[in-house]
């Protein structure tokens, strides 16, 4: 089409002309071009039979072998190959505590039990902290009789004092490389705060019925950070808030 028929097209639909009909032109010049005069008219009436919701008269069938049963069975496998193989969590709350009070308590396991939601699940589980006070090698046990808890451990495995503390964690549940991270960072005016990120990541590789229980990793997993954020948040409000490693502070009767 010469350029002054299409700026006349322009300035029709400019003037109220409704653009598909220009749309339509052009595209019934191209499937002519492509496939012979008179082919434009059979895909407008597909278009607009699709438009409309309907189905060609004619649609190519295909047979799939193995029953009913095959079928879902290779449905499911193509689903798990592209659901992901990791899964990664991250939440955040903030506190007005002093940051060596922050640190201090994610940097040892002793408080697991006053802001982990883990035990709410089961009052009567047991725990056993061993290895150093506080820092890398610092270790928790756990032990339930419920199924669903079964038997775990963290264990603090990188430590950057008042930057961050990384925890391995061992479990029941599906994957593996399971770790905790929390990340310290001063906010708030002058700094006087503490944005606390704790971050949960899992591998499941090529299991794929790990792939599938990541589907529910952000309601299960995720909900349980979000609560055991609040209980900590709680928590350190009970703490005076004042740096005890500050120079000049004595210690007196820790």
């Given at each position: 089409r010469?350029?002054?028929?299409i700026?006349?097209?322009?300035a029709e639909?400019?003037?109220?002309?409704?653009?598909k009909?220009?749309k339509?032109?052009?595209a019934?010049?191209?499937v002519?071009?492509f496939?012979?005069?008179?082919?434009?008219?059979a895909?407008?009436?597909?278009?607009?039979?699709r438009?409309r919701g309907?189905?060609p008269?004619?649609i190519e069938?295909?047979?799939?072998?193995?029953?009913?049963?095959?079928?879902?069975?290779?449905?499911?496998l193509a689903v798990?190959l592209?659901l992901?193989?990791?899964?990664?969590i991250?939440?955040?709350v903030?506190?007005?505590?002093k940051?060596?009070?922050v640190?201090?308590t994610?940097?040892?396991?002793?408080?697991?039990?006053?802001?982990n939601p883990?035990v709410?699940r089961?009052p009567?589980m047991q725990l056993?902290v061993?290895?150093p006070?506080a820092?890398?090698?610092a270790?928790l046990?756990?032990n339930s009789t419920d199924g669903r808890l079964g038997q775990?451990?963290?264990?603090?495995v990188?430590?950057?004092?008042?930057?961050k503390v990384v925890i391995?964690?061992?479990?029941?549940?599906?994957g593996?490389?399971k770790?905790v991270q929390?990340?310290l960072?001063?906010?708030?005016?002058?700094?006087?705060?503490?944005?606390?990120?704790q971050?949960y990541?899992?591998?499941y590789g090529?299991?794929l019925?790990?792939?599938y229980a990541?589907?529910y990793?952000?309601r299960?997993?995720g909900?349980?950070v979000?609560?055991?954020?609040?209980?900590?948040?709680?928590?350190?409000?009970?703490?005076p808030?004042?740096?005890?490693r500050?120079?000049?502070v004595p210690?007196v009767?820790l």
């Open positions: 010469p350029m002054s028929e700026d006349a097209l322009r639909c400019e003037a109220g002309r409704n653009p009909e220009a339509v032109l052009l019934r010049e191209l002519e071009r496939h012979g005069a008179g082919s434009s008219d895909a407008v009436e597909d278009f607009e039979l438009a309907g189905v008269d004619e069938e295909v047979t799939l072998s193995g029953g009913p049963l095959g079928i879902v069975a290779v449905l499911a798990g592209v992901p193989s990791h899964r990664h991250s939440e955040s903030e506190t007005n505590r940051m060596t009070i640190y201090d994610v940097n040892n396991l002793n408080r697991f039990k006053d802001w883990l709410l089961d009567h056993n061993s290895g006070a820092g890398v090698g270790r046990d756990y775990g451990s963290w264990e603090i990188e430590s950057v004092p008042n930057e391995k964690v061992e479990n029941p549940q599906r593996h490389e770790k929390f990340l960072e001063p906010t708030g005016k002058n700094n006087r705060n503490v944005k606390i990120t971050t990541d899992v591998d090529w299991n019925l790990g792939r990541g589907l990793v952000s299960h997993v909900d349980d979000k609560l055991g954020l609040g209980r900590m948040t709680n928590m350190l409000a009970s703490v808030n004042f740096d005890y500050a120079e000049g210690l009767d």
